[in-house]
């Protein structure tokens, strides 16, 4: 077969762009088609053949995804993809919106119908201002359109899968994202002294929740990570002595991190969630709001609890009363389940049946 990959944009290196890595990894030989690139944020693809759209071609202060979104559409319908057999999309909405031909097979993996202008998981980031609203109408109109030109969708989760449905009326095989679970291990002796929070400071995130529950159960938590939220966390946050902003971490560290602290935190619903298991493959376990794909990795009571409410009251209560008394061999089993060779086993048998 010649394949084709396409992802949305590759400007930088998180859960999507380590799924696109393990397809790479499976069909080395496959170019990529994506919107706009900035290889020097990725050195994970030094070796592929990258091939961006005419968006790359836009002045450096427009050539952002947030800015450049309404154009993508068009930027995407645009690529020429006849010479291949198989096209396989990769990515958050946009990048299924390739044109293929008859005999083509389009495989999309979708990590979500476009999040933010259907207000998944509590992104409302088109809800400010008429011109975002206005794109957002625009652009449902035209992520339900192009979900015809899919031939066969899988989600990264239950979750996904569940919103496809809804939103694109159209059935999903579930093939969970990719981790790698080796990179991540046990601690001999570790600190058990913090609790830990991994994310990009944005709103939906709610970070807030989790900053202010541990301010009011008085507990030590390290906050990694940075984006826009970031100064108006650190004035919540104040002087509180428990409380420590790290700034983006190297992945070297942020291994230790994991493994010493008493367990990962998360307050957003994520469509799944890579790092509650990557938090797991170190054998720490998890802290989670009720809701989105985390209920499929995280096991109650066996690898983490849940909170029921995103309210700093409802993670308090929990965080009072939490217990050191984990078996991390059995929580790092049940992130083994997850790993990038599951991964690539399950989606060799999707594209290749």
């Known amino acids: 077969m010649k394949i084709a990959l396409i992802q949305d944009w590759l400007t930088s290196f998180a859960g999507g762009e380590q799924t696109l890595l393990a397809l790479h990894e499976m069909y080395p030989e496959a170019p990529i088609y994506t919107s706009m690139y900035r290889p020097e944020n990725l ?21 952002r995804q947030q800015i450049a979104l309404p154009l993508m559409p068009a ?3 645009s ?24 005999g083509q097979r389009h495989i999309s993996y979708c990590h979500t119908p476009i999040r933010y202008i259907w207000n998944l998981g509590g992104d409302d980031r088109t809800q400010n201002g008429w011109l975002r609203q206005a794109a957002a109408h625009y652009l449902r109109l035209w992520d339900v359109d192009s979900a015809s030109r899919v031939d066969r969708f899988i989600a990264n989760s239950q979750t996904v899968a569940d919103r496809i449905a809804k939103i694109y009326r159209m ?13 991540f291990q046990i601690l001999q002796e570790p600190t058990r002294d913090y609790f830990l929070s991994v994310n990009r400071l944005v709103g939906y995130k709610r970070v807030d929740v989790i900053i202010e529950a541990c301010k009011k159960a ?19 946050a104040g002087h509180d002595p428990h409380i ?21 935190i998360q307050a957003s619903e ?3 969630g890579i790092v509650p298991v990557e938090a797991m493959a170190a054998g720490r376990p998890v802290i989670a709001y009720d809701k989105g794909g985390v209920r499929e990795s995280v096991v109650a009571g066996k690898t983490g609890v849940f909170f029921g409410e995103q309210t700093v009251e409802s993670l308090t209560a929990v965080l009072t009363d939490f217990s050191d008394d984990w078996d991390s061999g059995a929580i790092r089993k049940r992130a083994l389940e997850f790993d990038v060779e599951v991964f690539k086993e399950k989606m060799r048998e999707v594209i290749e049946n």
């Open 244 to 264: 420590e902003f790290l700034g983006r971490v190297p992945d070297k560290a942020l291994q230790g991190l994991y493994g010493n602290a008493r367990a990962f």
């Open 218 to 236: 008085k507990v030590t938590l390290k906050v990694t990570g940075g984006g826009p939220d970031e100064g108006r966390l650190r004035k919540l």
């Open 171 to 183: 059935p999903a095989t579930v093939v969970y994202p990719p981790i790698h679970t080796d990179r």
């Open 270 to 272: 994520e469509d799944f």
């Open 75 to 77: 930027a995407f319908e």
């Open 43 to 63: 050195p994970q693809f030094a070796n592929a053949t990258v091939i961006t759209s005419y968006l790359q071609r836009l002045p450096g202060p427009l050539r």
């Open 79 to 102: 690529i020429n993809l006849k010479e291949y057999d198989t096209v396989i999309s990769v990515g958050g909405g946009l990048s299924k919106g390739v044109i293929t031909y008859p």
